[in-house]
C-alpha cells in the first residue's frame, strides 16, 4: 500500500480542492474523452478486422478438409489465450460493468492497466472468433479503466476520481454505439446512481469528446440506424401493453437463465472449468460456419430484423439459438457484454410478436417495425432496469422521438413485471456474485479523507428534521449544507428540508459503510431495501493496486 501523505489529503485541502477546482475538472473530463474515443475506436476497429479476417477464413474454407484443422486448432489457441488472461486477471471476465458499479462501491479494486490490456486483447479474441457477447459491456470497462489511469498518471487529487470514472465509463458506451446521450443517462443511471447538475455536466462533456473522436472515424451515425416514420396509433395500444408484459415475463427468464449458466460453468461436476472455454470456442466456430446470424453482438442481425426480411420461422429459430448461444458465452466468463446481445433478443421478440399480431389479428404489417425498436427497449429495461437509457438509445437510433409515449408505455410495463416478482436487475445480481468470488477487495486509507455527497428526498427521515436530532453514522461531519444555490453552515438548530444537497467528509476506509447507512437515512422510504446497494454513488476514490 502507497504511503498517505496527510498534508495533501487533510480535511482543509480537500475542501479547498473541491471549491476550486470545478472548471479545471471539467477540462479534464473533455481530454479524458478524447483518450477513451481512441481506446474505444481502436477496439472497434480490431474488432471488425478479427472478424471479417474469422468470417472469410472460415466461409471459404470450412469444407475443405485440409483446412478444417487449422480452423480448429486457432480456435483453441485462442480459448487458452483468454484463459489465460482470465487467470492473469479475473476482473476482465464478463461485461465489465458489474466490477466498474463494484469499484465504485468501494467493494472491488481496479487495477487499470491490468484491465485495459487483458480486457482489450481478450475481448478482440472472444468477439472476433464468434461468441455471442457485445463491445458495449467491455467498452464501458475499458473507459471507466482509463478514467482511473488519467488520475493516476496526472497526479490528479482523489476527490476528482469519481467524475473521471464515472465519465470514463460513459464515454465507452458513447463511442461504442455512437451515441453520446444513451451513455451519459447509462453511466449516470445505472452505474453512478446518481443525478446532479455538477455530475451531468463533467459526464456530457466526456462522452462527447469521446463521440467527436468516434464520429472521426466512424461517421455521425449510429451503430444501428433506423428509419421508421410510421406513427404507432393510440388504437393498437392494448397491444403493446400486452408486449411489455411478455417481454418482462422474457426478462425475468433471461435473468434466470444466466445465472444457471453461470453456475453451470463454474462447477467442475462434468467437465473441468478450464476445458469450458475450449468448448464454448469450437461451438463459435460452428456457429460462424453454418449459423453466422447468431453469433457476436448481432449488428448484422438487428437491421434486416428491422426492415422485416425474415418470416415467423425464421425469426423463432434465430430467438431461440440466439437466447441458448448467448447463455453458453456469457456463461463461460469470456470478456463480452451483454448489452447488444440484450437488443437483439429483444428485436427479435419484437419481430416475432408483430408478426403474429398482423396475422391474426388484422394489424397493418407497417407497424411490425415499431414492435421491434418497442421490444428492444423494453427487453433491455426487464432486464437492466435501466428505462430512461433503454427509451433515448432508441430514440437515438431512429433519430426521433415521434415513437416517445408508446416506447415509453411499453418500458414501464417491461419494469414493473420483474419488480412485482421480485427479479433483481442483472447487473446487480452479477455484482453480488463477483463479489463472492472476487478476493481484490478495496480496503482505503484512514488517514485520507473523502467526501460524500447526498441529497435530502421527499419523505425521507431526515426531512423537517433539525441536524442535531438526526442520529448520524458513526466517523462522518457535515462540512456544508447547500439549499437554492446558497451555502449554509450545519449548525445543530439547522432545519433540514427536501432537496438540502449536504456534504459530509469522512475516512476513506470508513467511506463504503458511512455511504450505504446514508443511503438507508436519507433515501426514498419507499425504496426497496435491496436497491442500496446501488443507492446514490456519489464518491470514487482511488483504490490501492
Given at each position: 500500500?502507497?504511503?498517505?501523505?496527510?498534508?495533501?489529503?487533510?480535511?482543509?485541502?480537500?475542501?479547498?480542492?473541491?471549491y476550486?477546482?470545478?472548471?479545471?475538472?471539467?477540462?479534464?473530463?473533455?481530454?479524458l474523452?478524447?483518450?477513451v474515443?481512441?481506446?474505444?475506436?481502436?477496439?472497434?476497429?480490431?474488432?471488425?478486422?478479427?472478424?471479417?479476417?474469422?468470417?472469410?477464413?472460415i466461409?471459404?474454407?470450412?469444407?475443405?478438409p485440409?483446412?478444417?484443422?487449422?480452423?480448429?486448432?486457432?480456435?483453441?489457441f485462442?480459448?487458452?489465450?483468454v484463459?489465460?488472461?482470465l487467470s492473469i486477471q479475473?476482473?476482465i471476465?464478463?461485461?465489465?460493468?458489474?466490477q466498474v458499479?463494484?469499484?465504485?462501491?468501494?467493494?472491488?479494486?481496479?487495477p487499470?492497466?491490468s484491465?485495459?490490456?487483458?480486457?482489450?486483447m481478450?475481448?478482440?479474441?472472444?468477439?472476433g472468433?464468434?461468441?455471442?457477447?457485445?463491445?458495449e459491456?467491455?467498452?464501458?470497462?475499458?473507459g471507466a479503466?482509463?478514467?482511473?489511469?488519467f488520475?493516476k498518471?496526472?497526479r490528479?487529487?482523489?476527490i476528482?476520481?469519481?467524475?473521471l470514472?464515472?465519465?470514463?465509463?460513459?464515454?465507452?458506451?458513447?463511442?461504442?454505439?455512437?451515441?453520446?446521450?444513451?451513455?451519459?443517462?447509462?453511466?449516470?443511471?445505472?452505474?453512478?446512481k446518481?443525478?446532479?447538475p455538477?455530475?451531468?455536466i463533467?459526464?456530457?462533456?466526456?462522452?462527447?469528446?469521446?463521440?467527436?473522436v468516434s464520429?472521426?472515424?466512424y461517421?455521425?451515425?449510429?451503430?444501428?440506424?433506423?428509419?421508421?416514420v410510421?406513427?404507432?396509433?393510440?388504437?393498437h395500444?392494448?397491444?403493446?401493453?400486452?408486449?411489455?408484459?411478455?417481454l418482462?415475463?422474457?426478462?425475468?427468464?433471461y435473468?434466470?437463465?444466466?445465472?444457471?449458466?453461470?453456475?453451470?460453468?463454474?462447477?467442475?461436476?462434468?467437465?473441468?472449468?478450464?476445458?469450458?472455454?475450449?468448448?464454448?470456442?469450437?461451438?463459435?466456430?460452428?456457429?460462424?460456419?453454418?449459423?453466422p446470424?447468431?453469433?457476436?453482438?448481432?449488428?448484422?442481425?438487428?437491421?434486416?430484423?428491422?426492415?422485416?426480411?425474415?418470416?415467423?420461422?425464421?425469426?423463432?429459430?434465430?430467438?431461440?439459438?440466439?437466447?441458448?448461444?448467448?447463455?453458453?458465452?456469457?456463461?463461460?466468463?469470456?470478456?463480452?457484454?451483454?448489452?447488444?446481445?440484450?437488443l437483439?433478443?429483444g428485436a427479435?421478440?419484437?419481430s416475432?410478436?408483430?408478426?403474429?399480431?398482423?396475422?391474426?389479428?388484422?394489424?397493418?404489417?407497417?407497424?411490425?417495425?415499431?414492435?421491434?425498436?418497442?421490444?428492444?427497449?423494453?427487453f433491455?429495461?426487464?432486464?437492466?432496469?435501466?428505462?430512461?437509457?433503454?427509451?433515448l438509445?432508441?430514440c437515438e437510433?431512429t433519430?426521433?422521438?415521434t415513437h416517445?409515449?408508446?416506447?415509453t408505455v411499453?418500458?414501464i410495463?417491461?419494469?414493473?413485471?420483474?419488480?412485482?416478482?421480485n427479479?433483481?436487475?442483472?447487473?446487480?445480481i452479477?455484482?453480488?456474485?463477483?463479489?463472492?468470488?472476487n478476493?481484490a477487495t478495496?480496503?482505503?486509507a484512514?488517514?485520507?479523507?473523502?467526501?460524500?455527497?447526498?441529497?435530502?428526498v421527499?419523505?425521507?427521515?431526515?426531512?423537517?428534521k433539525?441536524?442535531r436530532?438526526?442520529?448520524w453514522?458513526?466517523?462522518?461531519?457535515?462540512?456544508?449544507?447547500?439549499?437554492?444555490a446558497?451555502d449554509?453552515?450545519?449548525?445543530?438548530?439547522?432545519?433540514?428540508?427536501?432537496?438540502?444537497h449536504?456534504?459530509?467528509?469522512?475516512?476513506?476506509?470508513?467511506?463504503?459503510?458511512?455511504?450505504?447507512k446514508?443511503?438507508?437515512?436519507?433515501?426514498?422510504?419507499?425504496?426497496?431495501?435491496s436497491?442500496?446497494?446501488?443507492?446514490s454513488?456519489d464518491?470514487i476514490?482511488?483504490?490501492?493496486?
Amino acid at each position: 500500500m502507497k504511503p498517505v501523505h496527510a498534508k495533501e489529503n487533510n480535511a482543509y485541502n480537500i475542501l479547498d480542492h473541491w471549491y476550486n477546482t470545478k472548471s479545471l475538472i471539467i477540462l479534464e473530463c473533455l481530454i479524458l474523452g478524447v483518450f477513451v474515443g481512441f481506446i474505444v475506436v481502436l477496439y472497434r476497429f480490431l474488432l471488425d478486422y478479427v472478424s471479417s479476417l474469422m468470417d472469410k477464413y472460415i466461409f471459404v474454407h470450412i469444407h475443405d478438409p485440409h483446412y478444417v484443422p487449422y480452423i480448429i486448432a486457432f480456435l483453441l489457441f485462442a480459448a487458452f489465450l483468454v484463459n489465460k488472461m482470465l487467470s492473469i486477471q479475473p476482473l476482465i471476465s464478463g461485461s465489465g460493468i458489474p466490477q466498474v458499479k463494484g469499484y465504485i462501491f468501494r467493494q472491488i479494486k481496479m487495477p487499470w492497466i491490468s484491465i485495459i490490456i487483458n480486457k482489450f486483447m481478450a475481448g478482440v479474441l472472444c468477439i472476433g472468433s464468434g461468441l455471442s457477447l457485445g463491445r458495449e459491456g467491455p467498452s464501458i470497462q475499458l473507459g471507466a479503466a482509463a478514467g482511473k489511469g488519467f488520475c493516476k498518471i496526472f497526479r490528479r487529487k482523489k476527490i476528482e476520481a469519481k467524475y473521471l470514472v464515472t465519465g470514463g465509463a460513459s464515454a465507452g458506451l458513447a463511442a461504442a454505439f455512437n451515441a453520446p446521450l444513451a451513455g451519459v443517462v447509462f453511466a449516470l443511471e445505472e452505474v453512478h446512481k446518481n443525478f446532479s447538475p455538477f455530475i451531468v455536466i463533467t459526464v456530457l462533456a466526456t462522452a462527447v469528446s469521446a463521440e467527436f473522436v468516434s464520429e472521426t472515424f466512424y461517421g455521425s451515425n449510429p451503430v444501428m440506424n433506423f428509419d421508421i416514420v410510421d406513427k404507432f396509433p393510440l388504437a393498437h395500444y392494448n397491444s403493446i401493453i400486452l408486449l411489455g408484459i411478455v417481454l418482462g415475463i422474457a426478462g425475468i427468464l433471461y435473468n434466470h437463465f444466466l445465472v444457471l449458466s453461470l453456475d453451470l460453468f463454474s462447477s467442475d461436476k462434468f467437465i473441468k472449468k478450464k476445458y469450458k472455454m475450449y468448448l464454448v470456442f469450437l461451438l463459435a466456430g460452428a456457429a460462424l460456419a453454418f449459423i453466422p446470424e447468431i453469433t457476436r453482438g448481432g449488428h448484422h442481425l438487428i437491421e434486416p430484423v428491422v426492415d422485416l426480411r425474415y418470416g415467423m420461422r425464421a425469426v423463432l429459430v434465430f430467438l431461440i439459438l440466439k437466447f441458448m448461444f448467448s447463455m453458453v458465452s456469457y456463461g463461460s466468463g469470456a470478456p463480452g457484454g451483454i448489452f447488444l446481445p440484450l437488443l437483439v433478443i429483444g428485436a427479435l421478440i419484437g419481430s416475432l410478436y408483430g408478426q403474429l399480431l398482423s396475422a391474426h389479428s388484422g394489424m397493418d404489417p407497417v407497424y411490425i417495425q415499431n414492435m421491434v425498436i418497442f421490444a428492444m427497449a423494453g427487453f433491455l429495461t426487464a432486464v437492466v432496469r435501466a428505462p430512461i437509457t433503454a427509451c433515448l438509445l432508441i430514440c437515438e437510433m431512429t433519430g426521433s422521438f415521434t415513437h416517445f409515449l408508446p416506447l415509453t408505455v411499453v418500458v414501464i410495463i417491461s419494469y414493473l413485471i420483474p419488480e412485482f416478482f421480485n427479479c433483481h436487475p442483472i447487473y446487480d445480481i452479477l455484482l453480488n456474485r463477483a463479489l463472492e468470488n472476487n478476493n481484490a477487495t478495496y480496503i482505503g486509507a484512514e488517514k485520507c479523507k473523502v467526501l460524500l455527497e447526498k441529497t435530502v428526498v421527499v419523505d425521507s427521515s431526515v426531512e423537517n428534521k433539525a441536524v442535531r436530532d438526526i442520529e448520524w453514522p458513526e466517523n462522518c461531519l457535515i462540512v456544508n449544507i447547500e439549499r437554492c444555490a446558497k451555502d449554509y453552515l450545519p449548525r445543530g438548530s439547522f432545519k433540514l428540508l427536501a432537496a438540502d444537497h449536504i456534504t459530509f467528509i469522512t475516512d476513506e476506509a470508513y467511506a463504503a459503510g458511512v455511504k450505504k447507512k446514508l443511503g438507508k437515512l436519507m433515501d426514498d422510504p419507499y425504496l426497496d431495501s435491496s436497491c442500496y446497494i446501488n443507492t446514490s454513488i456519489d464518491d470514487i476514490m482511488d483504490s490501492q493496486k
